[in-house]
């Protein structure tokens, strides 16, 4: 199989995020599917303004640089209060400006992500494939990936400590190869 790399986008800046603990989860089992992911922080992006269109803040330009170099990217999101996390979604909409260079326009993506409630993040994925699809990034539907966090189920390393989650994490992984594979054929 073609191997990919994958840049990988963490909705979190919280030092304890059990996002980033799912992030170095899947980036240690990527290998498995032949995928390599590989972060790109948004830690440090300033918040977008249309004032900044003609000239883009150095961070801005290089986080839409990276997204633009790699095969497909990986959302990893929390929920908050039912939504995409603001700094998540200030990604986003820097990614998607200025107005005819959005650097997810026939970008893969494909989106996962960890709660302690037990819908595990279903309602921030839905909006963020909303978001994917009017960026025109083709983003993976099947087999969906909503995670509960429960104590030790994810070491801080990113190691799976349960054989079910670890299948599972597995098989969304092969999913992804598959729908890269798909959406680069039909953009080329
Ligand atoms: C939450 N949390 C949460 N959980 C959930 O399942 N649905 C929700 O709507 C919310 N809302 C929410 C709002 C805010 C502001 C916070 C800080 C938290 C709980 C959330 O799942 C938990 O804090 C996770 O640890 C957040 O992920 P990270 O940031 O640790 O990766």
């Known amino acids: 199989m073609t191997d990919y790399?994958?840049?990988?986008?963490?909705?979190?800046?919280?030092?304890t995020s059990i996002n980033r603990r799912l992030a170095r989860a899947l980036t240690k089992l990527a290998p498995q599917a032949d995928l390599h992911l590989t972060e790109i922080p948004i830690r440090d992006l300033p918040f977008y303004s249309a004032?900044?269109?003609?000239?883009?803040?150095?961070q801005a330009a290089k986080f839409k640089h990276s997204i633009e170099e790699f095969d497909a990217i990986i959302l990893v999101t929390p929920e908050y209060n039912r939504a995409v996390p603001g700094v998540l979604?200030?990604?986003?909409?820097?990614?998607?400006?200025?107005?005819?260079?959005?650097?997810?326009?026939?970008?893969?993506?494909?989106?996962?992500?960890?709660?302690?409630g037990a819908i595990g993040t279903a309602v921030a994925?839905?909006?963020?494939?909303?978001?994917?699809?009017?960026?025109?990034?083709?983003?993976?539907?099947?087999?969906?990936?909503?995670?509960?966090?429960r104590e030790g189920l994810i070491t801080d390393d990113g190691v799976?400590?349960?054989?079910?989650?670890?299948e599972l994490l597995i098989s969304w992984l092969n999913a992804l190869h598959e729908h890269v594979t798909?959406?680069?054929?039909?953009?080329?």
């Open 51 to 58: 004032d900044n269109d003609l000239a883009i803040p150095d």
């Open 125 to 149: 994925q839905q909006q963020l494939r909303n978001i994917l699809s009017f960026l025109a990034s083709p983003s993976l539907t099947q087999p969906e990936a909503y995670l509960q966090s």
């Open 89 to 116: 979604k200030n990604a986003l909409d820097t990614a998607s400006r200025p107005w005819g260079h959005n650097s997810f326009a026939g970008k893969p993506s494909a989106v996962i992500g960890m709660s302690i």
């Open 160 to 166: 799976v400590t349960d054989e079910k989650t670890t």
């Open 5 to 15: 790399n994958i840049g990988l986008i963490v909705g979190s800046i919280s030092s």
């Open 182 to 188: 798909n959406s680069l054929v039909l953009v080329s």
